[in-house]
Every structure is written in C-alpha cells, then in structure tokens.
Nanobody
Framework: QLTLVESGGGLAQVGGSLRLSCAVS????????LGWFRQAPGKARESVAC????????HYWKSVRGRFTISIDKAKNAVFLQMNSLKSEDTGTYYC??????????????????WGQGTPVTVSS
C-alpha cells in the first residue's frame, strides 16, 4: 500500500525557515505530479506548490511564490518543501500528495490520488 509520510513541521518565528520532507513508499517516477497543500485552522485546504516528476517543472501559488521551493529526490523517493521568510499566515497543517496524469498544469486537487497525514507548522512572532 502506498504511503506518504511528512516530517519537518514545527514551530518557527516570523522570517524564519523550515524544511518539510515527504517520504513516499513507492517510486515517485511512476507518478506524474507531487504537490504540497496546507490547511489553516478553520479554513479550506489550499494549494502551495507542485512539481512534475518527469522534468521537474514547478508551479507555486501566489501566496508562497518567491519564498518556498519544492524539490524531489527520485533516488530517495522523497519530495521537499523549503520554506523561507515565513509569515504568520503560513501557519497550518501541510500535506504532500501524489497524482497521476492530468490534462492541465498545474493539476487540479482532484488529480491527486494519494495523500499524507500532514505535519503541523506554526509561525509565531
């Protein structure tokens, strides 16, 4: 059974950095896209960033563009999210996800088939 396990969340200060990791139990090259999502308390889940496994093409949503970087390590079957210049509004639970083929870029949330359990991030001043 495919599993995704996030780690690296925790407490950070405004302006600080965190690096999230997501370990995948199968070859990530077998999947089209890997993504990071987040959900703040009382709010809907939102997309953060995604990366195509075949060529490394990335997409960042406006709220994190220029501050976050998504990357993959195919040898380790892992996906990462480097988060810099953190803001209080980055607080939430962060989830990684894997998706199959999609007709659009970036893929829709419904294109993701497998999700991790999430890792909490709290940014405080």
């Amino acid at each position: 059974q495919l599993t995704l396990v996030e780690s690296g969340g925790g407490l950070a200060q405004v302006g600080g950095s965190l690096r999230l990791s997501c370990a995948v139990s199968e070859f990530i090259s077998d999947y089209y896209v890997l993504g990071w999502f987040r959900q703040a308390p009382g709010k809907a889940r939102e997309s953060v960033a995604c990366i195509a496994s075949v060529d490394g093409t990335t997409h960042y949503w406006k709220s994190v563009r220029g501050r976050f970087t998504i990357s993959i390590d195919k040898a380790k079957n892992a996906v990462f999210l480097q988060m810099n210049s953190l803001k209080s509004e980055d607080t939430g639970t962060y989830y990684c996800a894997l998706g199959g083929a999609s007709r659009i870029w970036p893929p829709a949330d419904t294109d993701y088939d497998h999700w991790g359990q999430g890792t909490p991030v709290t940014v405080s001043s």
